[in-house]
T-cell receptor
Framework: AQTVTQSQPEMSVQEAETVTLSCTYD???????LFWYKQPPSRQMILVIR??????QNATENRFSVNFQKAAKSFSLKISDSQLGDAAMYFC????????????FGKGTKLTVNP | GAGVSQSPRYKVAKRGQDVALRCDPI?????LFWYQQALGQGPEFLTY????????KSGLPSDRFFAERPEGSVSTLKIQRTQQEDSAVYLC???????????FGPGTRLLVL
């Protein structure tokens, strides 16, 4: 079974600075997808960024980018120019490319943005 | 509406009561998922449907949990004889197709007293 580990329960960053959230995963599969989801205090989960394992190029979405290291099974999220609205729980998630479509989530990292 | 909707948003139940939680996916989305999120934890998979077919129910914690999607759109998660450990937020998500992104609803917060 696949597992996802987020080793940082909480992180904080100053507004306009850069922060990196860590995620590692364990799988025996070669083809899969990785995701970062954001869950603000209102609790609606929102997709931040997605990475296909077969793609070597790291995904980017505006201020959000990932560092995908397939051999190391690492998938970190970098948030540049942090904004107050970035404060939320961030969840890393894994999904197989075949078989079940379910997402396997980590326990999350609570990000605080200080003004 | 444009997004996934869930009702009720909050539900308080007495231990032993049956509850039914509803999910309206995004129109046209083929896949529908249910997750359970305990306080301070990440969501955990319960079950999912492709149209009306329940393809994976491996995450349902006991036979007290039952989900259906009879016409391939709206889904209901039913919990019979609720227990205190069932207290959690129940999240529904839908995706357009197999490779698609899962879009989440706001969740139903269930409190069992």
């Amino acid at each position: 079974a696949q597992t996802v580990t987020q080793s940082q329960p909480e992180m904080s960053v100053q507004e306009a600075e850069t922060v990196t959230l860590s995620c590692t995963y364990d799988t025996s599969e070669s083809d899969y997808y990785l995701f970062w989801y954001k869950q603000p205090p209102s609790r609606q989960m929102i997709l931040v960024i997605r990475q296909e394992a077969y793609k070597q190029q790291n995904a980017t979405e505006n201020r959000f980018s990932v560092n995908f290291q397939k051999a190391a099974k690492s998938f970190s999220l970098k948030i540049s120019d942090s904004q107050l609205g970035d404060a939320a729980m961030y969840f890393c998630a894994y999904r197989s490319a075949g078989g079940s479509e379910k997402l396997v989530f980590g326990k999350g990292t609570k990000l605080t943005v200080n003004p | 509406g444009a997004g996934v909707s869930q009702s009720p948003r909050y539900k308080v139940a007495k231990r032993g009561q049956d509850v039914a939680l509803r999910c309206d996916p995004i129109s046209g989305h083929v896949s529908l998922f249910w997750y359970q999120q305990a306080l301070g934890q990440g969501p955990e998979f319960l079950t999912y449907f492709q149209n009306e077919a329940q393809l994976d129910k491996s995450g349902l914690p006991s036979d007290r949990f039952f989900a259906e999607r009879p016409e391939g759109s709206v889904s209901t998660l039913k919990i019979q004889r609720t227990q205190q450990e069932d207290s959690a937020v129940y999240l529904c998500a839908s995706s357009l197709h197999r490779e698609g992104t899962q879009y989440f609803g706001p969740g139903t917060r269930l409190l069992v007293l």
